[in-house]
């Protein structure tokens, strides 16, 4: 439920503030009513049906099996049409973002592991300094690795201090 109402207010939000609405595209806003329409056909099936999901077990049990999965009532088996339907094109579109920014935005910011010249970080850094330049620019040298191009921090330090 809280979902349906984080799309919702999403929704509003995205359509009454002149800044945003600016910025969201016609398929923000289909993107978002396709969530809300899943969540809440979920939370239905779930309400008024399926207490127990055992609708939802036995259909997954059949699909599992290869067994029977005709034994569901319809605000089920439309919940799960959207749910497949989901899982098939909210990959593909911005809005995916919710999943995958635990993996970009929270992994960098919060496990952030400082480099402090040893451990697994400088490894890191220290294989990646190793690879040879595979392209060619007017500021690279190409045919060489990246460390022999890069700058370290001491250089620039010690250039300032003069």
């Known amino acids: 439920m809280i979902s349906a109402l984080g799309c919702a ?3 509003v939000k995205r359509s009454t503030d002149q800044d ?10 289909f993107n978002l009513s396709f969530i809300l329409a899943t969540v809440l056909s979920g939370f239905c099936a779930w309400l008024f049906f399926d207490r127990t ?4 077990r036995e259909f997954m049990k059949g699909l599992l099996t290869f067994g029977d999965v005709n034994n ?5 088996y ?3 049409l959207l749910i497949c339907l989901a899982l098939i094109y909210l990959p593909f579109t911005r809005m995916w973002h919710y999943l995958a920014k635990y993996f970009t935005y929270h992994r960098v910011r919060w496990d ?3 480099n402090t010249g040893t451990g697994r970080a400088a490894r890191s850094v220290d294989e990646a300094l190793q690879r040879p330049i595979g392209w060619a620019a007017p500021h690279i040298q190409s045919g060489k690795n990246w460390s022999e191009v890069t700058t370290r ?9 003069k």
């Open 153 to 161: 921090i001491e250089d620039v330090i010690e250039k300032r201090a």
């Open 72 to 76: 569901m009532n319809a605000a089920t």
């Open 112 to 114: 952030d592991e400082p």
């Open 20 to 29: 945003l609405r600016l910025y969201t595209a016609p398929t923000d806003y």
């Open 53 to 56: 999901f055992a609708a939802s």
């Open 78 to 80: 439309a919940s799960t």
């Open 9 to 11: 207010g999403l929704l």
